[in-house]
């Protein structure tokens, strides 16, 4: 029953929003880099996007589940890089939690088989 129940969870997306100050964004994608080295099980992928000539951008984490996101996000190495990172920000960035639907691999251009019933 466990099995099932697995195919039946969803994966889930951390988003942030935000703008860096002037400047900041190069120091800003490697603290990004090294906050995401310390991830470990649970941890599906990550995106960072910066809209072009400007400090905005978007950070984009991909999880199994909300408890491999939480763990993850729980430890000191996380809470540490993250520290480091807020005073490079221009105002406090947003941070919202989505549960990815559909997933299109690249090579197949089909939806991904979702968790149905």
């Given at each position: 029953?466990?099995?099932?129940?697995?195919?039946?969870?969803?994966?889930?997306?951390?988003?942030?929003?935000?703008?860096?100050?002037?400047?900041?964004?190069?120091?800003a994608?490697?603290?990004?880099?090294?906050?995401?080295?310390?991830?470990?099980?649970?941890?599906?992928?990550?995106?960072?996007?910066?809209?072009?000539d400007?400090?905005?951008?978007?950070?984009?984490?991909?999880?199994?589940?909300?408890?491999?996101?939480?763990?993850?996000?729980?430890?000191?190495?996380?809470?540490?890089?993250?520290?480091?990172?807020?005073?490079?920000?221009?105002?406090?960035?947003?941070?919202?939690?989505?549960?990815?639907?559909?997933?299109?691999?690249?090579?197949?251009a089909?939806?991904?088989?979702?968790?149905?019933?």
């Amino acid at each position: 029953m466990e099995d099932f129940q697995d195919f039946l969870t969803h994966k889930i997306a951390h988003v942030t929003v935000g703008e860096f100050q002037i400047g900041k964004f190069d120091e800003a994608r490697q603290i990004y880099q090294e906050a995401v080295s310390t991830y470990g099980d649970g941890f599906r992928g990550a995106y960072l996007l910066q809209e072009q000539d400007s400090e905005r951008g978007m950070a984009i984490l991909l999880w199994d589940n909300e408890d491999s996101m939480k763990a993850n996000e729980g430890t000191e190495a996380h809470k540490a890089v993250l520290r480091k990172m807020m005073p490079l920000f221009a105002e406090t960035p947003t941070t919202t939690y989505y549960e990815v639907v559909t997933e299109i691999a690249a090579d197949t251009a089909e939806p991904a088989p979702q968790n149905i019933l």
